[in-house]
């Protein structure tokens, strides 16, 4: 948890002190406010559902779905028992950052969207990934998406919770 407080910090404030610019209120989601949105997740999991989500913090009142534009700085809670079908993703413009709270499972990156469709300026989806590395995630892991890189959850060891947070720019580096 530490970890992931670190990366959301340096996220949220290391542009600020760059940038001259006034800083906006401070987020902040404590541990149990977390478990109190997992657990409200976990109880709203209807049967046959395989998933389903929530905003842990949010830095202003847009909103989305899966597969629309995550605004930078918003921190989504997913609580997955099972794969989703056809969600395979590949942000253009920003990186993805991860953090797993609970139990495993594989994503499934690079490679090619199968059954490719626009989903809005940024965004591309599809029903699975070909040619892609597996990545097995475990509690406790961070993963960072590079921009452009698909990515589609292969395997789900129920339950796979995990904290998604979408990144500026997102250039892997050299």
Same mark, same amino acid.
């Given at each position: ?24 209120? !401070? ?20 049967? =046959? ?6 905003? /842990?913090?949010? !830095? ?5 779905? %899966? ?13 997955? !028992?099972?794969? /989703? ?11 993805? %950052?991860?953090? #797993?709270?609970?139990?495993?499972? #594989?994503? %499934? ?7 490719? #469709? ?9 029903? =699975? ?23 589609? /959850?292969?395997? !789900? ?12 720019? =997102?250039?892997?580096?050299?």
């Amino acid at each position: 948890m530490r970890m992931l407080s670190l990366c959301v910090a340096l996220y949220l404030f290391a542009p600020s002190a760059f940038a001259q610019q006034t800083a906006g209120p !401070v987020l902040y989601a404590s541990a149990a406010d977390v478990a109190a949105l997992v657990e409200n997740a976990r109880s709203r999991l209807q049967p =046959g559902q395989p998933a389903v989500g929530d905003w /842990i913090v949010k !830095v202003d009142s847009s909103t989305s779905t %899966l597969g629309a534009v995550f605004p930078e700085g918003h921190v989504h809670l997913d609580y997955l !028992v099972d794969v /989703i079908p056809n969600a395979a993703l590949v942000h253009e413009r920003r990186a993805e %950052l991860f953090y #797993v709270l609970d139990g495993s499972g #594989v994503f %499934l990156t690079g490679g090619t969207l199968t059954d490719e #469709v626009r989903m809005n300026e940024e965004t591309r989806r599809g029903s =699975g990934v070909v040619g892609g590395s597996p990545q097995r995630l475990s509690k406790g892991d961070v993963f960072i998406l590079p921009k452009g890189t698909p990515h589609f /959850i292969s395997e !789900v060891d129920a339950p796979f919770v995990f904290m998604s947070l979408m990144l500026p720019h =997102g250039e892997a580096a050299p």
